[in-house]
């Protein structure tokens, strides 16, 4: 049983952890934060409230993105984002999300994002654990957990300027919001039966959408297939099963498709054991490789740049 002081100084220690601090950072840049490491940023979060209805940590952060840790027990504003897409995903708690609509006694800050007091005609979502969205950019939106709880997010800005097209005569629909409990089983099932027949020996299947952005989900297979992302980043986290990620090294019998680079295997890369819960950050130009001897379920993102 840890005594109140070790408890003091572990609380006052996670006040101050960078996110991947916690975990390797691997001299390619792969940033790996285990499930259990995300459960002391997210305490580290509480702990940073002090009072407050809210605090946000980094849970990885490869410039200019920052995947961050969102941990909400009260009301906070409304915020818009100009030029910034947000993807959010539901970690732990239940709240409601509400988008679109217009803010209410609007502010604008320094870097142009604006917040509000609150949102009129907005459309409301109740949120549970595993659900997933994202909110276009300069849409409003504003979470709040269900009362006396926590609602607790990871949330990833993402620029984009480009404005939907307006369907003329219909008001624009809510982001799309994906429910892990309830629509997963069925994307997976889809992504399994697609193994088989598959040349890079994975199924997959899109979660969500908003292009140039897609979640996908990939259901590996324990052959795997290199490969290379010459211009895009990829956040990774694992949705169901365990697998490895081999990184870095050198790609063999590379193939040169255009955006990517694939191949047979990987030589010399670094084995990296992933399970539920646990995300990796795999920055352009570096070989990897997924596979797994059972189940391994993944929800990817590519990002340009880093």
């Given at each position: ?6 408890s ?36 580290s ?25 969102d941990?909400?027990?009260?009301r ?45 005609n ?36 993402l ?66 297939i ?57 920055p ?8 797994s ?14």
């Open positions: 049983m840890k005594t109140p002081m070790k003091t100084f572990l609380a006052a220690a996670l006040l101050f952890l960078p996110a991947w601090a916690a975990g390797p950072q691997m001299a390619n840049g792969v940033i790996t934060v285990s499930a259990e490491q995300v459960e002391q940023i997210r305490q979060a509480r702990a940073a409230q002090a009072g407050r209805p809210s605090a946000l940590k980094s849970i990885i952060t490869a410039q200019p993105y920052e995947l961050s840790l941990h909400r027990t009260g906070t504003p409304a915020s818009q984002h100009p030029v910034e897409a947000e993807m959010i995903i539901v970690l732990d708690g239940a709240g409601t999300i509400t988008t679109g609509g217009t803010l209410v006694n609007p502010t604008t800050a320094a870097n142009g994002n604006i917040s509000g007091s609150d949102i009129a907005g459309a409301p979502q109740h949120v549970v654990k595993g659900d997933m969205l994202i909110v276009p950019q300069n849409t409003a939106h504003m979470m709040m957990p269900d009362a006396g709880g926590a609602l607790v997010l990871a949330t990833l800005h620029p984009r300027t480009a404005e939907p097209a307006p369907v003329p005569g219909r008001a624009p629909a809510a982001p799309k919001l994906v429910s892990l409990a309830a629509d997963l089983p069925a994307m997976i099932e889809k992504a399994k039966a697609a193994v088989a027949t598959s040349p890079r020996f994975f199924g997959g299947d899109t979660i969500l959408s908003l292009p140039p952005y897609r979640v996908g989900l990939e259901y590996r297979s324990p052959k795997g290199a490969s290379v992302h010459k211009n895009d980043g990829e956040f990774m986290v694992v949705l169901e099963g365990e697998g490895v990620i081999v990184a870095g090294g050198t790609v063999v019998n590379p193939k040169d498709t255009g955006a990517n680079i694939d191949g047979d295997a990987i030589e010399g890369g670094a084995d990296i054991r992933m399970k539920k819960g646990d995300f990796i950050f795999v352009k130009g570096v070989p990897h490789l997924a596979k001897d059972g189940a391994f379920v993944l929800a990817t993102l590519h990002v340009s740049g880093p």
